[in-house]
Nanobody, 124 residues
Framework: QVQLVDTGGGLVQAGDSLRLSCTASGRTFTRYTMAWFRQAPGNERECVAAITWGGGSTYYRDSVKGRFTISRDNAKNTVYLQMNSLKPEDTAVYYC?????????????????WGQGTQVTVSS
């Protein structure tokens, strides 16, 4: 069992930056592929970024490429999402997730563990 706590959301203006953090406890953190998903009202939950256990492979949704960076510190059991140049369309609840699959995946159904979510609101 893995417990995830995600933090760092807030209300910012367009162009600002935020860093989300997700700290894991429980089973060995290093074995999991980690990802950040987001869900805006009325929309499906979508994968924003993902990173393999060693950090060697990453995925970014096209709309965030060049603006968001996912990273992980396995010694701290923490994964981060640095979000720069935020836009109003980035407004959503952001969720950290962990998958038993060791290869990079964006498939929501393969992520077994989820954080509680943190709200990111970007005003224009």
């Amino acid at each position: 069992q893995v417990q995830l706590v995600d933090t760092g959301g807030g209300l910012v203006q367009a162009g600002d930056s935020l860093r989300l953090s997700c700290t894991a406890s429980g089973r060995t953190f290093t074995r999991y592929t980690m990802a950040w998903f987001r869900q805006a009202p009325g929309n499906e939950r979508e994968c924003v970024a993902a990173i393999t256990w060693g950090g060697g492979s990453t995925y970014y949704r096209d709309s965030v490429k060049g603006r968001f960076t996912i990273s992980r510190d396995n010694a701290k059991n923490t994964v981060y999402l640095q979000m720069n140049s935020l836009k109003p369309e980035d407004t959503a609840v952001y969720y950290c997730a962990a998958s038993d699959v060791t290869t990079l995946t964006t498939r929501r159904e393969l992520y077994r563990y989820w954080g509680q979510g943190t709200q990111v609101t970007v005003s224009s």
